[in-house]
């Protein structure tokens, strides 16, 4: 095995420990934007809120990417939480 890929540049590494496992998880950020309006305001588009995006779920000191294994609740999960950590620069 090799060991865990470095986080690309202008992605973001998450470090999270699920039943045991540790992992090294690759994020995107998405900033929030505003909804778009009509010249009266009213609405065209909904405001989007800032998000992370996973791409990557590494198992930590390997190269073996197990984002696909992980229940979509859990990828939720971990999207909150590192966007938690991000916003508030928590290591």
Excluded: R
């Excluded at 390997?62 to 290591?91: H, R, W």
């Amino acid at each position: 095995m090799n060991p865990t890929p470095n986080c690309p540049i202008a992605a973001y590494e998450f470090e999270i420990t699920l039943d045991d496992v540790d992992l090294v998880c690759h994020l995107d950020y998405v900033p929030a934007e505003k909804g778009s309006t009509g010249s009266l305001g009213d609405p065209y588009e909904e405001d989007i809120e800032e998000q992370m995006d996973l791409f990557a779920a590494y198992v930590a000191g390997t190269d073996a990417d197990i984002k696909s294994l992980i229940d979509q609740v859990l990828v939720g999960n971990i999207e909150g939480l590192a966007l938690l950590a991000y916003k508030y620069k928590t290591p």
